[in-house]
C-alpha cells in the first residue's frame, strides 16, 4: 500500500533495488513492523529497556535535539519507521516533517502519529528524488548500518546532498569496536536468548554492518564532522544484563558521569556514537 505525499516531495517506488534492501523492506513489511497484542516486531526484537535505561534514554534524545541546531524549518527522518516518542520529539520543533520508509507499514504507523503534519515517501535514500538543498536537517537513526556496507557512503552522501547549505545531518550510529557492546553482548550470551525468536514464516534476519569510528573522516570534504555520545549500550542489552535496579542506576550514572568529563573516551568506548555532519553555509 503506496503512501501519496500531500507537499512537493512526491512518492518514490524505485525500480533500483539489491538484496539487502529487499530483505530489510520485508522483515520490516512482514514483521517490524506488524502489531500484535505485544506490540510490533521491532518491540519484541530490539526494545524493551528498564526503567532506569529509559531514564538514561531521554537523556539521549535531549542529546539529539542539542546537535539539531537553531534551524526549525524543515526535517527530513530517513527510515524513521512508526516514529517513536524520541523521534516525536524531533518532529515536534520543525515546522515541515517528511518521512521516508522502506516499509510502506511503518509510514502508516508514523501517519497514525503525525496526520497531515508530514508528508510520506516510501523508497530508499539511496534513489529517492528529494531534491537538493531541501531540509535544514535530515535525521537517521539506527538505520545506516541496515544498509549494505558498499552503498552505506553513497547514503550518507544523498543525505548531505538533500541538505540545505548550513544545515546539518544527524545519525545514530554504532561502534563496532565499543568495548562496552563486546562485553555486554558476551554477558546476554551466558544470561541466554538477547533477543525474542521471530515466529515461524517471519524474516528471521535483519542485515547489519557497522562501520569504524575512522569512516566517517571521508565527508570532512562536505561538511565539519563531529562525533559525540550517544548511548553507552543497547537498552535490551542492558536491560537482561543490568538486572539490579541499583546496578542499572548506578550504570546509568557513572555513564552520564564519564560522557560529561571526556565524551571523546566515552565515543571511543559507548556501543552508540551520534554523527553530526555540519555542512557549510553557502
Same mark, same amino acid.
Given at each position: 500500500?503506496?503512501?501519496?505525499?500531500?507537499?512537493?516531495?512526491?512518492?518514490?517506488?524505485?525500480?533500483?533495488?539489491?538484496?539487502?534492501?529487499?530483505?530489510?523492506?520485508?522483515?520490516?513489511?512482514?514483521?517490524?513492523?506488524?502489531?500484535?497484542?505485544?506490540?510490533?516486531?521491532?518491540?519484541?526484537?530490539?526494545?524493551?529497556?528498564?526503567?532506569?535505561?529509559?531514564?538514561?534514554?531521554?537523556?539521549?534524545? &535531549? !542529546?539529539? +535535539?542539542? /546537535?539539531?541546531?537553531?534551524?526549525?524549518?524543515? @526535517? =527530513?527522518?530517513?527510515?524513521?519507521?512508526?516514529? *517513536?516518542?524520541?523521534?516525536?520529539?524531533?518532529?515536534?520543533?520543525?515546522?515541515?516533517?517528511?518521512?521516508?520508509?522502506?516499509?510502506?507499514?511503518?509510514?502508516?504507523?508514523?501517519?497514525?502519529?503525525?496526520?497531515?503534519?508530514?508528508?510520506?515517501?516510501?523508497?530508499?535514500?539511496?534513489?529517492?528524488?528529494?531534491?537538493?538543498?531541501?531540509?535544514?536537517?535530515?535525521?537517521?537513526?539506527?538505520?545506516?548500518?541496515?544498509?549494505?556496507?558498499?552503498?552505506?557512503?553513497?547514503?550518507? &552522501? !544523498?543525505? +548531505?546532498? /538533500?541538505?540545505?547549505?548550513?544545515?546539518?545531518? @544527524? =545519525?545514530?550510529?554504532?561502534?563496532?569496536?565499543? *568495548?562496552?557492546?563486546?562485553?555486554?553482548?558476551?554477558?546476554?550470551?551466558?544470561?541466554?536468548?538477547?533477543?525474542?525468536?521471530?515466529?515461524?514464516?517471519?524474516?528471521?534476519?535483519?542485515?547489519?554492518?557497522?562501520?569504524?569510528?575512522?569512516?566517517?573522516?571521508?565527508?570532512?570534504?562536505?561538511?565539519?564532522?563531529?562525533?559525540?555520545?550517544?548511548?553507552?549500550?543497547?537498552?535490551?542489552?542492558?536491560?537482561?544484563?543490568?538486572?539490579?535496579?541499583?546496578?542499572?542506576?548506578?550504570?546509568?550514572?557513572?555513564?552520564? /558521569?564519564?560522557?560529561?568529563?571526556?565524551?571523546?573516551?566515552?565515543?571511543?568506548?559507548?556501543?552508540?556514537?551520534?554523527?553530526?555532519?555540519?555542512?557549510?553555509?553557502?
Amino acid at each position: 500500500m503506496g503512501l501519496r505525499s500531500k507537499g512537493p516531495v512526491e512518492e518514490q517506488m524505485s525500480d533500483k533495488s539489491d538484496s539487502t534492501t529487499d530483505s530489510v523492506r520485508q522483515f520490516y513489511d512482514e514483521y517490524g513492523w506488524v502489531v500484535d497484542g505485544e506490540g510490533s516486531g521491532e518491540d519484541k526484537s530490539f526494545r524493551g529497556e528498564s526503567e532506569a535505561f529509559a531514564a538514561y534514554a531521554r537523556v539521549s534524545t &535531549r !542529546r539529539v +535535539l542539542d /546537535a539539531l541546531g537553531e534551524a526549525r524549518g524543515s @526535517v =527530513l527522518f530517513v527510515g524513521g519507521g512508526d516514529m *517513536p516518542e524520541s523521534h516525536m520529539a524531533v518532529a515536534r520543533t520543525f515546522d515541515r516533517i517528511v518521512c521516508l520508509d522502506l516499509s510502506s507499514v511503518g509510514l502508516e504507523a508514523a501517519r497514525r502519529k503525525l496526520g497531515a503534519a508530514a508528508d510520506y515517501v516510501v523508497g530508499s535514500i539511496l534513489d529517492a528524488d528529494l531534491g537538493d538543498g531541501v531540509f535544514d536537517v535530515v535525521y537517521c537513526a539506527h538505520v545506516l548500518y541496515h544498509i549494505n556496507r558498499d552503498s552505506q557512503e553513497a547514503a550518507v &552522501r !544523498r543525505m +548531505l546532498k /538533500a541538505c540545505k547549505p548550513g544545515g546539518r545531518v @544527524v =545519525l545514530v550510529y554504532a561502534n563496532p569496536w565499543s *568495548p562496552v557492546r563486546i562485553a555486554g553482548r558476551a554477558a546476554s550470551a551466558v544470561l541466554g536468548p538477547l533477543r525474542k525468536a521471530p515466529p515461524p514464516g517471519a524474516p528471521a534476519k535483519l542485515y547489519y554492518y557497522d562501520q569504524p569510528l575512522g569512516w566517517w573522516r571521508r565527508f570532512a570534504g562536505q561538511a565539519r564532522v563531529r562525533l559525540a555520545p550517544w548511548e553507552a549500550v543497547a537498552g535490551r542489552i542492558a536491560t537482561k544484563v543490568l538486572r539490579p535496579r541499583a546496578l542499572a542506576s548506578g550504570f546509568v550514572g557513572a555513564a552520564i /558521569a564519564l560522557e560529561k568529563a571526556a565524551p571523546g573516551l566515552a565515543v571511543r568506548l559507548w556501543q552508540y556514537p551520534l554523527i553530526v555532519l555540519e555542512k557549510p553555509a553557502a
